[in-house]
């Protein structure tokens, strides 16, 4: 059985993959790809706790930083 991580991956690599086919750089996929987050988060959470998950990650952008474990 795959994890939803497995299974997000292997679609994000597909979109990469034909972006890059079609000349449409990485970052712009990654921004329509956030923006179809967001929609999806909108339809099932509170914006608050979108806010919250937003921060959390933005809290941990640094990958030499200090990491939380648990988002608040």
């Known amino acids: 059985m795959s994890s939803a991580f497995e299974i997000s991956s292997k679609h994000v690599q597909a979109a990469l993959d034909e972006a890059a086919a079609s000349k449409i750089p990485p970052d712009v996929i990654a921004r329509a790809i956030l923006e179809r987050v967001l929609e999806i988060y909108r339809s099932e959470r509170s914006l608050a706790d979108i806010a919250s ?14 990491h939380a474990f648990m988002r608040p």
């Not at 990650?57 to 200090?66: A, K």
């Open 53 to 66: 998950e937003l921060n959390f990650h933005i809290d941990n952008l640094d990958p030499e930083g200090d």
